[in-house]
Antibody, heavy 114, light 113 residues
Framework: QVQMVESGGGVVQPGGSLRLSCVVSGFSNSDMHWVRQAPGKGLEWVAFIRHDGSDKYYADSVKGRFSISRDNSKNTLYLQVNSLRAEDTAVYYC?????????WGQGTLVTVSS | DVVLTQSPLSLPVTLGQPASISCRSSQSVVHNNGNTYLNWFQQRPGQSPRRLIYQVSNRDSGVPDRFSGSGSGTDFTLTISRVEAEDAGVYYCMQGTHWPPVTFGQGTKVEIK
């Protein structure tokens, strides 16, 4: 059974940092994405990493501030979020798959506020 | 970037009646490999998105057969043949053909009258 559990969210001041984690089970070595959703808004793709970490892509809105990585030995996906802004406030979801995003986690909330 | 435009953005429906949501893309989302990576997701209140349909018309496991997807090229439709109370929520189309970035439609809120 596929499961993905995100953690690491919280309240952080503007300019602060967090590391989000997504622990997966029921599958291994899959391409993975992070997608976010601001309160009351739609879905916004954030970042992608290939199953072996060989390729990484980022949305323009987070390029240079966010970094995606993974540790396949721990079945864990990460998103390091730095230089946070108010507009980064959102629920962050990890999602499995390349072009199809077939399974999603329950999300972790990041709130950027002074 | 591929822009996906959904309509309507709000859809009040009566139980047992059909409902359709349109998703139009700013360019063809047919991949060079011949596949069309146009997916539909349902997000119920307080829940994470759940994929219903992949590659235009393929229903995911466990998705009721009252949900169907159709279309080609730049015009796609999600149809619910007979709306049930549990279908209330927001529906998103998404394209995974021309990426990065993966892009989503704005979302259509389905509410039961």
């Amino acid at each position: 059974q596929v499961q993905m559990v995100e953690s690491g969210g919280g309240v952080v001041q503007p300019g602060g940092s967090l590391r989000l984690s997504c622990v997966v089970s029921g599958f291994s070595n899959s391409d993975m994405h992070w997608v976010r959703q601001a309160p009351g808004k739609g879905l916004e793709w954030v970042a992608f990493i290939r199953h072996d970490g060989s390729d990484k892509y980022y949305a323009d809105s987070v390029k240079g501030r966010f970094s995606i990585s993974r540790d396949n030995s721990k079945n864990t996906l990460y998103l390091q979020v730095n230089s946070l802004r108010a507009e980064d406030t959102a629920v962050y979801y990890c999602a499995k798959g390349g072009s199809d995003l077939d399974y999603w986690g329950q999300g972790t909330l990041v709130t950027v506020s002074s | 970037d591929v822009v996906l435009t959904q309509s309507p953005l709000s859809l009040p429906v009566t139980l047992g009646q059909p409902a359709s949501i349109s998703c139009r893309s700013s360019q063809s989302v047919v991949h060079n490999n011949g596949n069309t990576y146009l997916n539909w997701f349902q997000q119920r209140p307080g829940q994470s998105p759940r994929r219903l349909i992949y590659q235009v018309s393929n229903r995911d496991s466990g998705v009721p057969d009252r949900f169907s997807g159709s279309g080609s090229g730049t015009d796609f439709t999600l149809t619910i043949s007979r709306v049930e109370a549990e279908d209330a929520g927001v529906y998103y189309c998404m394209q995974g053909t021309h990426w990065p970035p993966v892009t989503f439609g704005q979302g259509t809120k389905v509410e039961i009258k």
